[in-house]
């Protein structure tokens, strides 16, 4: 069974501050996709990231940075200078490759929010 | 703009009543939809997959009679909740897989009261 771990159930940063986000997921698996997702109060999912199990070169868009460590099963999410519309639910996701691709297993979720 | 759409975005409805959600992708064809649902600050549950043409695949635990999935077109899947009863309140939302499988689109969700 697949399992998704987001530890920080809520975090409270001032504005330009670095947040992390943590995910730790758990997959048999040998390849796979892991997500990132933001939720704002109106309750749509924005993409964030896809990244594919076999790559695991660090990204950066922007503000926002991904960390994956296949070796600990973590991808952790990086906000630099958040902002007051960083303020959102943020999940972590893990889905299959293959006929399942699109399947996804959601961690609980990180509520950010960003005070001025 | 929104590539997969749902609708209604909002419903009440009276217990026992059932009400039907539609999730449509609007400029691709979908063979595969997934529908999600999703308590007040909890996490997305997966409720079942949609197969254009076949039954619904449910998951563990979800009563396919009350929650019925019907994905008539490579467009459109429907959830209807029969039989309504105020702890089936909640966020559904869905998402479908483009027909090359490359990309995962979520509708805008949508939120069901039942009074």
């Known amino acids: ?116 | 703009g929104a590539v997969v759409s749902q609708h209604p975005s909002r419903v009440i409805c009276k217990s026992g009543t059932s009400v039907k959600i539609e999730c449509r992708s609007l400029d691709f064809q979908a063979t595969t939809m997934f529908w999600y649902r999703q308590f007040p600050k909890k996490s997305l549950m997966l409720m079942a997959t949609s197969n254009e043409g076949s039954k619904a695949t449910y998951e563990q635990g979800v009563e396919k009679d009350k929650f019925l999935i019907n994905h008539a077109s490579l467009t459109l899947s429907t959830l209807t909740v029969t039989s309504a009863h105020p702890e089936d309140s909640s966020f559904y939302i869905c998402s479908a897989r483009d027909s090359w499988g490359n990309t995962i689109y979520f509708g805008e969700g949508s939120w069901l009261t039942v009074v």
């Open chain 1, 1 to 116: 069974a697949q399992k998704v771990t987001q530890a920080q159930t809520e975090i409270s940063v001032v504005e330009k501050e670095d947040v992390t986000l943590d995910c730790v997921y758990e997959t048999r698996d040998t390849t796979y996709y892991l997500f990132w997702y933001k939720q704002p109060p109106s309750g749509e999912l924005v993409f964030l990231i896809r990244r594919n199990s076999f790559d695991e070169q660090n990204e950066i868009s922007g503000r926002y940075s991904w960390n994956f460590q296949k070796s600990t099963s973590s991808f952790n999410f990086t906000i630099t200078a958040s902002q007051v519309v960083d303020s959102a639910v943020y999940f972590c996701a893990l889905g299959s490759r293959g006929t399942s691709y699109g399947k996804l297993t959601f961690g609980q979720g990180t509520i950010l929010t960003v005070h001025p």
